[in-house]
């Protein structure tokens, strides 16, 4: 799959309307904001001081949260534009909206190579949610720029207005970014090495149900873990006490064919009555929880039957945790699933904010081969071998 890059086109005194996946995490300490994982703002740099050096006005589109179609300050891009700022070493203009005139004069007024930050997208109902295309809104989004260049793989996998809908207004080209993640990810469609392994976490297999059943057409071994796992346990009979679970999801669930040899769920857990850093906890086989107990991580068990699958693949996808991470207590499994692919002889990809983060934490980050900024994306272009987000920059 080649798409239509912008390497080569002359950007100066242009207004190059740059989509990023700027989705950050924020944390409060003593009343200072600050950003958890800066991971996607740093990827982003390359391609904006491409950009500045060659002449163009780079303006920054993104989304934050779920704000539902109205202005929210506690969701504004402000905060990123600062620190975006710190990174890049220059200054960064945060606007306090993605459209009108006040935008569009203060674009223009703008010398080129500046760095421009639109407000959240989201703010206004032509894209209140990720299900949203609004043809007017994109035509004002659009108004903003000379050309369009999509470089936000992690939301790519959106119909909405300022990701497909802008394409139809501007000259659109795939970023440097975006064209990585397609190289990237259809390796591991076309051609992988062999024995190639998937690991899917996570908490939700209402999310990942498809998938799953689509890398079972492709992989040679697939582990699941994380809640979603519950699910499956239950639909198979098997006692989950006061686990998270989707009920609605039990009947697909059964259908998973958990007779397939290549299919791997946990066989013993880690266990508590509440989901705390100081509770109690007890290693059970599955099935044999207390009614007041809640699976919160993969046994060790299930470590040493997933460690053992990982030694000897030679391509591994990892998307979702495999316990509830943020807890340390409940950390183990998902920190042993990352050493272990840290450790194989095998080209292995990851994506997910929460797996990224928890390979940051252990610092394993540069022994990955490739970290995919996208969760859902990455989890979609795997299912489909495309996104909306891209489908439109394919080179004909």
């Not at 958890?36 to 990827?43: A, C, G, M, Y």
């Not at 959240?120 to 035509?139: I, M, S, W």
């Not at 007779?259 to 906890?281: G, N, Q, S, Y």
């Not at 693949?313 to 950390?331: H, L």
């Amino acid at each position: 799959m080649e798409l239509r890059s912008a390497e080569g086109i002359n950007v100066k005194g242009k207004r190059v309307i740059l989509r990023v996946a700027f989705d950050v995490h924020f944390i409060d300490k003593s009343g200072v904001i600050t950003i958890e994982d800066d991971t996607r703002l740093k990827s982003a740099i390359p391609t904006i001081n491409d950009l500045t050096a060659r002449g163009a006005k780079v303006i920054l589109m993104s989304w934050l949260q779920r704000p539902g179609g109205q202005p929210n300050p506690d969701m504004s891009l402000v905060p990123v534009a600062e620190h975006l700022a710190k990174l890049l070493g220059q200054s960064v203009l945060a606007l306090d909206d993605c459209i009108g005139e006040d935008v569009l004069s203060k674009i223009e007024s703008a010398p080129d190579g500046s760095v421009i930050m639109l407000e959240n997208v989201r703010f206004h109902p032509g894209e209140k949610d990720e299900k949203t295309l609004d043809e007017d809104y994109a035509k004002e989004l659009a108004k903003n720029g000379d050309l369009f260049i999509n470089d936000a793989f992690g939301q790519s996998h959106r119909d909405v207005s300022s990701i497909t809908g802008i394409l139809k207004y501007l000259p659109s080209y795939a970023g440097p970014q975006l064209q990585k993640e397609v190289e990237a990810l259809s390796g591991l469609l076309d051609k992988p090495a062999r024995p190639f392994v998937g690991i899917i976490g996570g908490a939700k297999i209402s999310t990942k149900l498809e998938v799953i059943c689509s890398l079972l057409d492709n992989v040679d071994e697939l582990m699941l873990g994380g809640a979603l796992a519950n699910t499956i346990l239950l639909a198979q009979g098997m006692q989950v006490g006061t686990s998270l679970i989707e009920e609605s999801m039990i009947a697909k669930a059964k259908a998973l064919a958990l007779t397939d040899t290549r299919l791997h769920i946990p066989v013993d857990v880690i266990t508590a009555k509440e989901a705390t850093e100081d509770a109690e906890t007890f290693t059970r086989a599955v099935g044999n929880l207390e009614p007041d107990e809640k699976i919160l991580d993969i046994g060790p068990d299930t470590v040493k039957l997933f460690q053992g699958v990982i030694k000897s693949a030679k391509t591994i996808i990892w998307n979702g945790p495999m316990g509830w991470y943020e807890i340390k207590k409940f950390s183990q499994g998902t920190s042993d699933i990352a050493e272990a692919l840290a450790s194989a002889d095998a080209h292995t990809v990851i994506g997910g904010g929460e797996t990224i983060s928890s390979v940051s934490q252990l610092g394993l980050e540069g022994k990955m081969s490739f970290i995919s900024m996208g969760g859902g994306a990455m989890l979609k272009f795997l299912e489909k071998g495309t996104l909306p987000g891209i489908k439109p920059l394919i080179k004909e």
